[in-house]
C-alpha cells in the first residue's frame, strides 16, 4: 500500500519562509498525482490552500504557492504569520478514483 | 455561496452501520458535474479519505474500507450520504463531507464544518 508522507514538524520565524513537502514510499510524485494542500487550525474544517500542483483556490493569498521540486510535491509559505500556524495536509490522486492524504505537517510560527 | 452541512447520530454501537447524510445549500447537487466527497479524521490523527460520488451517481472509494462504504445522492433532497457498516471504534471520528472542484482534479473546495461520531456500546 503505497504510503504518502509529510514531515511531522517545522518551524518557522514570523516573515520567513518554509516549504513543506508532499512525497510517496515508493516513486516519485509528479504532476499527474494532482497533488493539494489544506490547512486545518484546531476545531475547525480544513481549508483548501492549492489543488493540481500550484494553482490556488479562491482567496488564497499569494504567499502561498505549490510546485514540485525534485520527486516530491511542496507547498511554500512566504512572508510566515501567526495565523499560518497549524497542520497542513497534501492530498494525492492515485489513478482509479482514489485520493490519499498525507500524515500532515505541524507548522509553527514563532 | 455553496455550503455543505453534515448531519446523523453522534453515537453507534460497535458492529451497527454509520449514517450521514451531508445536506448541500447553494448549488444543486446534480448539475455541474462535481464530486461529492467523505473525509474523516480520528481525534488527534490525519484526514483519511473515505470515498466520493460523481453527479452521475457512479463511486469510488478508499480500498481499505471498499466493502464497508457505501455513498449514495438523494437528489430530491439536495444531499448526498454516507453507510458505513460493521463499525469498530476505530472508526469514531469527525467525518467531513466536501464538494469538488469543477475540475475532476479538485478534492475538495468546499468543505462542511464536520460531525463527531462515537462508535461505543
Known amino acids: 500500500q503505497t504510503v504518502v508522507t509529510q514531515e511531522p514538524s517545522f518551524s518557522v520565524s514570523p516573515g520567513g519562509t518554509v516549504t513543506l513537502t508532499c512525497a510517496l514510499s515508493?516513486?516519485?510524485?509528479?504532476?499527474?498525482?494532482?497533488p493539494s494542500w489544506y490547512h486545518q487550525t484546531p476545531g475547525q474544517a480544513p481549508r483548501t490552500l492549492i489543488y493540481n500542483t500550484a494553482t490556488r483556490s479562491s482567496g488564497v493569498p499569494d504567499r502561498f504557492s505549490g510546485s514540485i521540486l525534485g520527486n516530491k510535491a511542496a507547498l511554500t509559505i512566504t512572508g510566515a504569520q501567526a495565523d499560518d500556524e497549524s497542520d497542513y495536509y497534501c492530498a494525492l490522486y492515485m489513478g482509479g478514483g482514489i485520493w490519499v492524504f498525507g500524515g500532515g505537517t505541524k507548522l509553527t510560527v514563532l | 455561496q455553496v455550503q455543505l452541512q453534515e448531519s446523523g447520530p453522534g453515537l453507534v454501537k460497535p458492529s451497527q452501520t454509520l449514517s450521514l447524510t451531508c445536506t448541500v445549500s447553494g448549488d444543486s447537487i446534480n448539475s455541474g458535474g462535481y464530486y461529492w466527497s467523505w473525509i474523516r479524521q480520528p481525534a488527534g490523527k490525519g484526514l483519511e479519505w473515505v470515498g466520493r460520488?460523481?453527479?452521475?451517481?457512479?463511486?469510488n472509494n478508499n480500498p481499505s474500507l471498499n466493502s464497508r462504504v457505501s455513498i449514495s445522492l438523494d437528489t430530491s433532497k439536495n444531499q448526498f450520504s454516507l453507510k458505513l457498516s460493521s463499525v469498530t471504534a476505530a472508526d469514531t471520528a469527525v467525518y467531513y463531507c466536501?464538494?469538488?472542484?469543477?475540475?475532476?482534479?479538485?478534492?475538495?473546495?468546499?468543505w462542511g464544518q464536520g460531525t463527531l461520531v462515537t462508535v461505543s456500546s
Open positions: 460520488i460523481y453527479t452521475s451517481g457512479s463511486t
Open positions: 466536501a464538494r469538488g472542484g469543477v475540475h475532476w482534479y479538485v478534492l475538495a473546495d468546499y
Open positions: 515508493s516513486g516519485s510524485v509528479s504532476t499527474t498525482y494532482y
